[in-house]
């Protein structure tokens, strides 16, 4: 086994302890939950590991230094003085993407632009030729964190935003981000133990998150490429055995997960992203209304939905459309654990039912409640008798 070292994993808003919860699981040490992010330690092939695995995580960054700076030139003088030969070729590009909690140092970019000026000119000094700058498809992409005075320094081991599964080419307005909807489904307690339902699926994020927890099916396998793929010391014989491990653990699924939406077009959009995961044999699809809709079965019924909010899809009469919700879960939905996700407080009250459960969320920049109605079989107090 190799050297465990520290390693930053960040997340949304409301996520942190859910994601602790799963480094825990996937066999992480040293765990400390902040705020968007949660610390850890293990060694190269568990970083490849969280990676592939996490559904909660955005990141996966690997702290490499940390100094005190108090100017722009303090930055730049520690950030050239930094081996950067180690870490990339003279031929590879960098990207560097920056986050700044301080009153001397206010402009992110700033810091970026800085960082990469330090990094060439050591190159350019000591070789004679210097890196490119490639924002999309970097050979390495740093990630800098100023907190006041304090600069750390991390290699981001992910690349792209480990919500980017690799799944979704189809998108509808609006569409739900993919870890959003993975860390939604770990809230709400469903594991692939019953039915499953989402009313309002769009391009079917929700239903692909719930299939792959359902079977246990690592939800980065998709993905292109990490950004450790193009590190100098990528293990790639350590990677392959990782995924190999992972996929010994994928289990079969004895219940029904199913969508619907009332739109043709996100439907079709659904099927194809549904088709990229190989999860079609698990999801049915179909186009309705919701509101003219009830429960199939007589058996337990989880069910999450993200419906319109009235901010990038617009609902004539939203009051009412919330209303109609709480109708049909009451009439149409007896035994169903029913979450929906909403950033719009006053129409949540025309749902007409009392939630048992309130989390605050985000979805994207908007603060969001995602709300539990417990809907029963007969009456609330049978049900508990």
């Known amino acids: 086994m190799g050297k465990n070292f520290k390693m930053v994993a960040k997340t949304l808003y409301g996520m942190e302890e859910l994601l602790a919860q799963e480094l825990r699981q996937l066999g992480a040490s040293e765990i400390e939950i902040g ?25 996966v960054l690997k702290p490499i230094t940390a100094f005190n700076i108090f100017t722009e030139e303090d930055l730049y003088k520690k950030i050239y003085e930094m081996p ?3 870490y990339m070729d003279v031929n590879g590009t960098l990207a560097v993407d920056s986050t700044v909690f301080s009153e001397e140092f206010t402009h992110s970019q700033y810091i970026s632009f800085k960082t990469k000026d330090a990094i060439v000119d050591r190159f350019r000094d000591r070789v004679g030729e210097r890196p490119n ?24 081991s992910s690349g792209k935003s480990l919500h980017k ?19 939604m489904i770990m809230l709400s307690g469903w594991t692939g133990h019953c039915d499953f339902m989402d009313p309002m699926c769009g391009s079917g994020t929700i239903l692909t998150e719930a299939a792959m927890i359902a079977c246990n099916i690592p939800p ?7 950004g450790f793929e193009t590190w100098p010391d990528f293990d790639v014989d350590l990677y392959e055995l990782i995924e190999a491990a992972a996929l010994k653990k994928v289990r079969d699924f004895h219940f029904k997960i199913y969508g619907s939406d009332t739109d043709v077009v996100a439907i079709n959009k659904a099927k194809e992203n549904i088709k990229n995961a190989n999860l079609q044999d698990f999801i ?49 939905y007896p035994g169903t654990q ?13 749902v007409g039912l009392r939630p048992s459960r309130k989390i605050k969320l985000y979805n994207g920049k908007l603060e969001s409640k995602f709300v539990l109605y417990e809907m029963y079989e007969g009456s609330k107090k049978a049900s508990k008798q």
């Open 220 to 226: 980065n396998l998709n993905r292109e490429e990490f």
């Open 338 to 350: 029913a979450w929906m996700i909403t950033s719009n407080m006053e129409a949540l009250k025309h």
């Open 84 to 86: 950067w030969e180690d």
């Open 133 to 156: 700058v490639d924002l999309d498809h970097p050979t390495l992409r740093i990630n800098i964190h100023i907190d006041r005075n304090i600069c750390t320094v991390s290699l981001d």
């Open 284 to 332: 049915e699809l179909k186009t309705q209304d919701f509101f003219d809709s009830k429960k199939e079965t007589g058996r337990q019924l989880y069910m999450i939905f993200n419906p319109p909010y009235d901010e990038r899809i617009s609902v004539d009469d939203i009051e009412k459309f919330y209303g109609n919700i709480g109708t049909t879960l009451k009439h149409g």
């Open 165 to 183: 599964r690799g799944y979704k080419t189809e998108s509808t307005v609006a569409p739900i981000n993919e870890v959003l909807a993975a860390g």
């Open 35 to 59: 705020t968007r992010n949660v610390s850890f330690e293990g060694d190269t092939g568990f970083m490849y590991k969280v990676n592939l695995c996490s559904r909660i995580a955005i990141k």
